[in-house]
């Protein structure tokens, strides 16, 4: 079981993450986001930011899909994210090896060059 604790430690030890400002987390590389808290919004409600979901930059539309289809107890998705390679990721639900791995991928997926060596 993983939390916001941990995603904080794996997203920070990776090289030129920045955290930006947020009730929940938020972590950026060379300006692009790869995973932050998923801002939860419910029709005629505030937005609420859920520390125990994770939004996870995937890359494209196949990997999403293939996720949330594949193990649709830790991924799902909701039509705010439709056409964006963003999945949510259940905290709660994945051990933190599995989560270094999902949030590394995103983070190496956003990276600009430099970072990533040869």
């Not at 941990?6 to 692009?32: C, H, Q, T």
Request: hydrophobic share 45%; glycine share 8%; no cysteine.
């Amino acid at each position: 079981m993983a939390d916001a604790a941990d995603v904080r430690r794996l997203a920070l030890a990776l090289p030129g993450v920045e955290e930006i400002a947020s009730d929940g987390f938020d972590f950026r590389v060379g300006n692009k986001g790869f995973v932050w808290s998923w801002p939860e919004r419910r029709p005629g409600q505030r937005r609420v930011i859920r520390t125990d979901i994770a939004v996870l930059y995937v890359g494209d539309e196949a990997e999403k899909q293939a996720l949330v289809l594949g193990e649709p107890d830790l991924f799902f998705t909701t039509p705010a994210y439709d056409g964006a390679p963003l999945v949510m990721l259940r905290l709660e639900q994945v051990d933190v090896g599995r989560l270094d791995e999902l949030v590394t991928d995103a983070w190496r997926m956003r990276a600009p060059d430099e970072l990533l060596g040869p």
